[in-house]
T-cell receptor, first 118, second 112 residues
Framework: AQTVTQSQPEMSVQEAETVTLSCTYD???????LFWYKQPPSRQMILVIR??????QNATENRFSVNFQKAAKSFSLKISDSQLGDTAMYFC???????????????FGTGTLLAVQP | DAEITQSPRHKITETGRQVTLACHQT?????MFWYRQDLGHGLRLIHY???????NKGEVSDGYSVSRSNTEDLPLTLESAASSQTSVYFC???????????FGEGSRLTVL
């Protein structure tokens, strides 16, 4: 069974600084996606970034980037130039792709609560 | 615009009562999912469906049921609500090959 581990329950960063959130996962599969979701106080689940396992290049979305280490089964999220609006719970998630690459269920980590301090 | 909506957004009920949480999506997505969110556990999968008449149990399915009679809806039923089912519930949907889930805004259920 696949598992996702986020070992940092809470983190804090100063505005404009850089912070890295850790995530490790365990799987024997080879065809999968990894995700970071953001959940602000509004409770809405917002997709931050997605990485396909077969791609060696790390995904980047503006100030958000990942460090994907497939052999180590590690998938960390780096937030550059942190902003007050980045304050949220961040969830790492894994998706094993079904036959033909079909979308499957997400398996979530327990989350990291990030506070950006002014 | 296409969307996914959950209702009710907040509900308080008593132990032993039957409760149904509604989930409706207008994207015509084949896949639909129900998760519950609890502090220290993240989001855990309750039930999911890959199409009409298809339902599958997730990791925390005891005490819950779903049915999929059309593409748009996947209602979640708690047959006899328990205090341990106090939680925030999220519905999500996805297209077959999109690799991305879209979430509703969540339903907060309190069982007294």
């Amino acid at each position: 069974a696949q598992t996702v581990t986020q070992s940092q329950p809470e983190m804090s960063v100063q505005e404009a600084e850089t912070v890295t959130l850790s995530c490790t996962y365990d799987t024997s599969e080879n065809n999968y996606y990894l995700f970071w979701y953001k959940q602000p106080p509004s409770r809405q689940m917002i997709l931050v970034i997605r990485q396909e396992a077969y791609k060696q290049q790390n995904a980047t979305e503006n100030r958000f980037s990942v460090n994907f280490q497939k052999a180590a089964k590690s998938f960390s999220l780096k937030i550059s130039d942190s902003q007050l609006g980045d304050t949220a719970m961040y969830f790492c998630a894994f998706m094993f792709r079904l036959y033909g690459g079909a979308t499957n269920k997400l398996i979530f980590g327990t989350g990291t609560l990030l506070a950006v301090q002014p | 615009d296409a969307e996914i909506t959950q209702s009710p957004r907040h509900k308080i009920t008593e132990t032993g009562r039957q409760v149904t949480l509604a989930c409706h999506q207008t994207w015509n997505h084949n896949n639909m999912f129900w998760y519950r969110q609890d502090l220290g556990h993240g989001l855990r999968l309750i039930h999911y469906s890959y199409g009409v008449q298809d339902t599958n149990k997730g990791e925390v399915s005891d005490g819950y049921s779903v049915s999929r009679s059309n593409t748009e809806d996947l209602p979640l039923t708690l047959e006899s609500a328990a205090s341990s089912q106090t939680s925030v519930y999220f519905c999500a949907s996805s297209a077959t090959f999109s690799g991305e889930l879209f979430f509703g805004e969540g339903s907060r259920l309190t069982v007294l």
